[in-house]
């Protein structure tokens, strides 16, 4: 079965420089949602969207932006980058909102695009 | 906002049974994951729940205690291969975005 797909799977960046990820989606999944992942730590929410519109916003500085095409897949552009963002980033989706009656909400995880800032 | 809280590691011999505890404080509550992450790899899904009681998958159960806040991973049967990260995420507060606990890294040896 199709899963979440996500590009690059590395990516190396100086300070200051900017990054793009990308999120494609399973299929006929409407909900994408992007979590960063530091070393030893736990996903940290950063934004979601569903049905192209975002949905929720977390923890996303304001050097990210994020937005959903036509298609459903999804990009997280990064600049100004950081040391500090050097992490796993995973995009997930699911079919509606998880939680909303009805759906039990599974998030279907990507491998991941491990970014490193040096 | 919300607390989530897991032990940080467990170890556990093959073939035996192990029990992860997840306790949480939400103002409100909308379901509990718990889900599986090996190093350097996508969280995958094991359970869902959001009513009160004890859902068998296999190997692994889970169960919830909505008036308690507390909710437990139970595997059994452990395998090599069951050597993890455990993550409890909760949905609360009309969110529908699941925020993780800092897991359990759980070690099983032979």
């Known amino acids: 079965a199709a899963g979440v797909i996500q590009s690059p799977r590395h990516l190396i960046k100086e300070k200051r420089e900017t990054a793009t990820l990308k999120c494609y989606p399973i299929p006929r999944h409407d909900t994408v949602y992007w979590y960063q992942q530091g070393p030893g730590q736990d996903p940290q929410f950063l934004i979601s969207f569903y049905e192209k519109m975002q949905s929720d916003k977390g923890s996303i500085p304001d050097r990210f932006s994020a937005q959903q095409f036509s298609d459903y897949h999804s990009e997280l552009n990064m600049s100004s980058l950081e040391l500090g963002d050097s992490a796993l980033y995973f995009c997930a989706s699911s079919l509606g909102l998880s939680g909303r009656t009805g759906n039990t909400g599974e998030l279907f995880f990507g491998e991941g695009s491990r970014l490193t800032v040096l | 906002g919300q607390n989530i809280d897991q032990p940080t590691e467990m170890t556990a011999t093959e073939g035996a049974i192990v029990q992860i505890n997840c306790t949480y404080q939400?103002?409100?509550?909308?379901?509990l994951f718990w889900y599986q992450q090996h190093a350097g790899e996508a969280p995958t899904f094991l359970s869902y729940n959001v009513l009160d009681g004890l859902e068998e998958k296999g190997r692994f159960s889970s169960f919830l205690s909505r008036s308690k806040g507390y909710s437990y991973l139970l595997l059994k049967e452990l395998q090599m291969k069951d050597s993890a990260s455990y993550l409890c995420?909760?949905?609360?507060?009309?969110?529908?975005?699941?925020?993780f606990g800092r897991g359990t890294s759980l070690i099983v040896h032979p």
């Open positions: 995420a909760v949905l609360s507060g009309g969110s529908y975005i699941p925020t």
């Open positions: 939400t103002s409100g509550f909308n379901g």
